[in-house]
């Protein structure tokens, strides 16, 4: 089956746990606004996403595993983690479009808007159901952890992981706050900071299935030391494809990290190697929300000419190939069809740039 195939079969099936695993929460919310709220989580979260960390967590317990009919529930913990921290980030930065949709604050408003008043307090209403439906699809995760059929040793193992994992995205998204504020930003900072906000929760995405399907020390490591590297990879690109891509195919404005002067592996590059007239450009526009069409193209064009697009891209295949001969090292080697969907999946992951 070729890879297109498998990755949509899995997500009709991780689509359809979530459906399932949602509707009861729905179904048994004690009031008219709970039911609405659980309803709009799960609007959110069915409303696009290809669904790559369950689907690996799935092959990596298929590497090892004998039989697949029970992982299905705690694999959507990692998409339910994973939207989470979605929620969270589009409040953070300001964000008002998520999957060609309202975000969730903003969702929020508006209803408050409509609803209430046009006035006063609309902002933070947003805001905070915000913050508790990011809190409550958190918890949803480790619900689904807590309720599936596995041994309760594995199951303490993957729940470990899975708050591993958040601490993990939170100190990213500490680093990341933080190098906002610098002007010099290095690549080793820029890769430690995607190494803890992106990679992360591929990781321990794999390694949760991996445990569950009682694979080997060695091919926890190999599966661990490949995500990592894929998961950088896949953050680069989605930098690149964030500024220079299709918002119709991001489903978010492409001058956004520019007017939000994100520090992309774009502008980290951009930087390294800029003319001091670049630089004063890139000083003025980058982080100006309120800069206009010509501006933001202005630091396209710079992104250009200092090579930031090209050496990019070609970390990113670097990093796709070294992930690949770090999967190829697990001993027992994994199944051949879940092998051969990791390899695939890096492959694709560094595509999409091209």
């Not at 995760?141 to 199951?155: A, R, V, Y």
């Not at 706050?177 to 430690?192: A, E, F, H, P, R």
């Not at 992360?200 to 926890?220: C, D, N, R, Y």
């Amino acid at each position: 089956m070729e890879f297109v195939e498998v990755v949509d079969n899995l997500s009709k099936k991780v689509n359809k746990a979530l459906t399932s695993f949602l509707d009861r929460k729905i179904a048994t919310a004690p009031l008219s606004y709970h039911k609405r709220y659980y309803s709009n989580i799960k609007e959110f979260i069915l409303r696009g996403g290809k669904r790559l960390r369950p689907i690996s967590l799935i092959q990596a317990y298929r590497g090892v595993a004998n039989s697949d009919e029970k992982i299905f529930l705690p694999s959507i913990s990692v998409e339910l983690l994973h939207n989470a921290t979605l929620i969270h980030d589009d409040l953070i930065d300001h964000d008002e479009l998520r999957r060609n949709g309202p975000t969730f604050h903003i969702n929020y408003r508006e209803w408050y808007r409509r609803e209430v008043s046009s006035k006063d307090k609309a902002e933070d209403f947003g805001n905070t159901m915000a913050i508790l439906a990011g809190n409550t699809t958190y918890n949803l995760g480790i619900e689904t952890l807590l309720s599936s059929n596995f041994p309760h040793d594995l199951i303490c193992k993957a729940v470990n992981l899975y708050q591993q994992v958040f601490q993990e995205l939170i100190d990213g998204v500490m680093f990341e706050s933080v190098i906002q504020t610098k002007d010099n930003v290095t690549m080793d900072d820029y890769l430690q900071m995607i190494k803890m906000k992106t990679s992360s929760l591929l990781e321990k995405s794999i390694q949760m299935g991996a445990v569950l399907g009682g694979a080997t020390s060695s091919q926890i490591k190999a599966l661990s030391e490949y995500a990592v590297l894929l998961g950088q990879a896949f953050q680069i690109q989605d930098d690149i494809l964030g500024t220079f891509g299709e918002e119709s195919d991001t489903g978010k404005p492409t001058d956004g990290d520019i007017k939000e002067g994100k520090k992309t592996v774009l502008v980290v590059q951009a930087f390294n190697s800029a003319s001091t007239a670049q630089l004063n450009i890139l000083k003025k526009i980058l982080g100006d929300s309120k800069a206009d069409p010509k501006e933001i193209e202005k630091v396209r064009k710079i992104f250009q000419e200092t090579g930031a697009i090209e050496n990019s891209k070609k970390i990113a295949l670097e990093m796709e190939e070294k992930s690949k001969q770090k999967l190829l090292k697990a001993q027992p080697p994994l199944k051949k069809e879940s092998q051969q969907f990791f390899l695939n999946l890096a492959d694709f992951v560094v595509s999409r740039i091209y």
